[in-house]
């Protein structure tokens, strides 16, 4: 007797679970790290000052008034807001049929591309290297083009800049960096993540009066961190109460400070700088305090129903920012770190 078997039948019910599993990282590092403020037009500008250098300053009794102290201006800077959109377009029928995990396909849609718009401004505010200032009319202009806010890279200055990419590491040459000057990404050269190398950049910050405290790395830059740092005695390989070993690092206290040792994945991923650099961030270690630095929005994310379009349901998210770098000496950056295999 033939046996009659499940592919024999036609009345099979579907057997699809009822909940959406997505495993990709929703986590903004740097944004999160850093404050927000209102922004009043497209360009938004701040001012910077710093004191005069100490000099030997013993006068003779009796010196007349010679008005030798000249007073210095201020510093003006400003960056350009960007423009970040999400649309979707969900036809009236999807909205209407039953579907597993989610009633509404559009409020799903929505959400889920909330998120990604968060994702792309971490992507500009750790890789972006100049501000530009747009072109063109809003509606006729491609994707891209429009104005971009000058990222973390693009803010510091170039002597605060440890290239490790030279064949001697050493920081570049004192021009650029406030934004208006583009920084090149260097090649990443042989050299791997050091010591020496947070130690250089947190004692210029120091000397310039700033406070690093936060380490920002790619993921495979973080492991190396962590063995680096736990090389030679450095760390003691403390056990817990259950017998775990703590294997990372997430503090280092150097000669300026204790700084906090965070990983970035959008730092890892290939294309997480400008594109026009043509180098990924996990070649970059910023080192940063974060009152230095703030959100300013000229427009917060909003969502808006545009509403009816023929059959379907159209949405957009917009969200109208750019970054204030209060004064780009309180941070630095080490680039052009050998490639390391994750």
Same mark, same amino acid.
């Given at each position: 007797m033939a046996i009659f078997k499940t592919e024999d039948t036609k009345g099979k019910k579907e057997d699809l679970a009822s909940f959406i599993s997505m495993i990709t990282r929703d986590e903004t590092p740097f944004l999160s790290s850093i404050g927000t403020k209102k922004a009043a037009g497209i360009f938004h500008e701040w001012q910077?000052?710093? $004191?005069?250098? #100490? @000099?030997?300053?013993?006068?003779?009794?009796? /010196?007349?008034?010679?008005?030798?102290?000249?007073p210095t201006t201020t510093t003006r800077l400003g960056n350009y807001s960007q423009i970040l959109v999400k649309e979707?377009? =969900?036809?009236?029928? /999807?909205?209407?049929?039953?579907?597993?995990g989610r009633n509404s396909e559009f409020a799903y849609q929505m959400k889920k591309k909330g998120t990604e718009l968060k994702r792309d401004l971490e992507h500009a505010l750790i890789g972006t290297r100049q501000i530009t200032n747009g072109s063109? %009319?809003?509606d006729a =202009?491609?994707?891209?083009?429009?104005?971009?806010?000058?990222?973390?890279?693009? *803010? &510091? #200055?170039?002597?605060?800049? *440890?290239?490790?990419?030279?064949?001697? #590491?050493?920081?570049?040459?004192?021009? +650029?960096?406030? +934004?208006?000057?583009?920084?090149?990404? #260097?090649?990443? +050269? !042989?050299? =791997? $993540?050091? /010591? !020496?190398?947070?130690?250089? %950049?947190m004692q210029r910050v120091y000397e310039e009066g700033g406070k690093a405290s936060i380490l920002m790395m790619s993921p495979s830059n973080k492991r190396a961190f962590s063995t680096l740092a736990q090389g030679s005695g450095n760390t003691r390989r403390n056990l817990d109460e259950k017998g775990s070993i703590r294997q990372s690092v997430e503090l280092y206290e150097s000669d300026f400070g204790v700084v906090k040792v965070v990983p970035n994945f959008i730092q890892g /991923?290939?294309?997480? =700088?400008?594109?026009?650099? +043509? &180098?990924?961030?996990?070649?970059? &270690?910023i080192v940063y305090d974060p009152s230095w630095w703030s959100m300013a929005n000229l427009r917060s994310l909003s969502t808006t129903d545009v509403g009816q379009k023929g059959d379907s349901t159209v949405g957009m998210m917009v969200e109208e920012t750019t970054l204030e770098c209060r004064n780009p000496h309180g941070s630095a950056l080490i680039?052009?770190?050998? @490639?390391? %295999?994750?």
């Open positions: 910077t000052d710093s $004191l005069a250098a #100490p @000099v030997a300053n013993a006068k003779a009794e009796g /010196l007349d008034y010679t008005a030798a102290d000249t979707i377009k =969900v036809s009236k029928t /999807l909205d209407s049929i039953s579907k597993a063109g %009319v809003a =202009v491609g994707d891209n083009t429009g104005r971009k806010m000058g990222g973390y890279q693009s *803010w &510091v #200055p170039k002597e605060n800049n *440890w290239d490790a990419s030279a064949s001697t #590491p050493a920081f570049q040459s004192a021009a +650029g960096g406030n +934004g208006a000057t583009a920084h090149t990404a #260097p090649t990443a +050269g !042989t050299h =791997v $993540l050091a /010591l !020496t190398d947070i130690d250089e %950049v /991923l290939a294309a997480s =700088v400008d594109i026009s650099d +043509g &180098v990924g961030g996990t070649t970059d &270690v680039s052009g770190i050998g @490639v390391i %295999v994750s």
